[in-house]
């Protein structure tokens, strides 16, 4: 949606690409105050006041 790739990704958070490329890949969960920041930019950019909860249900399966 904001047309950014995982490197300038990584660079907004201030992680390395592979940091967040493991995050992108389920091969590692960010720690709680860097996810906090992404869950932060998806409300920014989806313009919603909350995830909805059928979103954070198919994030889980989905890192599952």
């Known amino acids: 949606m904001l047309g950014l790739t995982q ?4 660079l907004k ?3 390395s690409f592979a940091a967040f ?3 992108w890949t389920g091969k590692s969960n ?3 105050k ?3 920041l992404i869950d932060e ?3 920014e950019v989806t313009g ?3 995830i909805p ?3 954070l249900t198919a994030k889980k399966q989905a890192l599952e």
């Open 30 to 32: 960010p720690r709680p």
């Open 21 to 23: 490329n493991s995050w």
């Open 34 to 36: 860097m996810q906090a």
């Open 7 to 10: 490197t300038k990704l990584a």
């Open 41 to 43: 930019l998806f409300l």
């Open 13 to 15: 958070f201030g992680v």
């Open 53 to 55: 909860s059928d979103q």
């Open 48 to 50: 919603q006041k909350t």
